[in-house]
């Protein structure tokens, strides 16, 4: 099984900050890599396919790089809906396994 | 608009089993794969099980393998979780998903429903 590992698990920022996050496969997964937000209580949403590809109506400050084993998530200037939880998930093959997830804090 | 909404969950001594159902509308459910994801309390994301749009293929995480079925009835637009030999770590909120495509990327969620293996 393909095993993903997400940095930092923690994080602490201000509004206006950029914010990266990284996320590394045991092997090789292409571009087959997504990530999502989850809040209290609610399901995730997802953010970013494909690696580098924007959901529908997801806010043009979400960016995804990166492809093979290691992938990164940017937020270019954090907005206070922003304060949550974030995962990555390779869907290169079953099971499609997820990052132990990123909580974004109010510094 | 795509809904999913899930059922069947509760309280359930370790060793019993228990039934989920995720009734979809808003969309042609005989033309998606679909996918169970839980979440135990305060943990990350789990990738449970698929079954593809005709349910000819279904995928299983081993740590449920044996015990957990996933199947459809597309005539009722409902996807099950059949949970059997129930354990403490089985314990979390339960999602279906609808895949993006073809691939096991979600781009609809239900609102979850919570299991709790306890005696």
């Known amino acids: 099984d393909i095993q993903m590992t997400q940095s930092p698990s923690t994080l602490s920022a201000s509004v206006g900050d950029r914010v990266t996050i990284t996320c590394r496969a045991s092997?090789?997964?292409?571009?087959?890599l997504a990530w999502y937000q989850q809040k209290p209580g609610k399901a995730p949403k997802l953010l970013i396919y494909k690696a580098s590809s924007l959901e529908s109506g997801v806010p043009s400050r979400f960016s995804g790089s990166g492809s093979g084993t290691e992938f990164t998530l940017t937020i270019s200037s954090l907005q206070p809906d922003d304060f949550a939880a974030y995962y990555c998930q390779h869907y290169n093959s079953y099971p499609a396994t997820f990052g132990q997830g990123t909580k974004v804090e109010i510094k | 608009q795509v809904q999913l909404v899930e059922s069947g969950g509760g309280v359930v001594q370790p060793g019993r089993s228990l039934r989920l159902s995720c009734a979809a509308s808003?969309?042609?459910?005989?033309?998606?794969?679909m996918h169970w994801v839980r979440q135990a309390p305060g943990k990350g994301l789990e990738w449970v099980a698929g079954?593809?749009?005709?349910?000819?293929?279904?995928y299983y995480v081993d740590s449920v393998k044996g015990r957990f079925t996933i199947s459809r009835d597309n005539s009722k637009n409902t996807l099950y979780l059949q949970m059997s030999t129930l354990r403490a770590d089985d314990t979390g909120v339960y999602y279906c998903?609808?895949?993006?495509?073809?691939?096991?990327?979600?781009?609809?969620w239900g609102q979850g429903t919570l299991v709790t293996v306890s005696s």
């Open positions: 092997q090789s997964i292409s571009s087959w």
């Open positions: 808003g969309f042609t459910f005989s033309d998606f794969g």
């Open positions: 079954i593809w749009f005709d349910g000819s293929n279904k």
């Open positions: 998903a609808r895949p993006y495509g073809g691939n096991a990327v979600f781009d609809y």
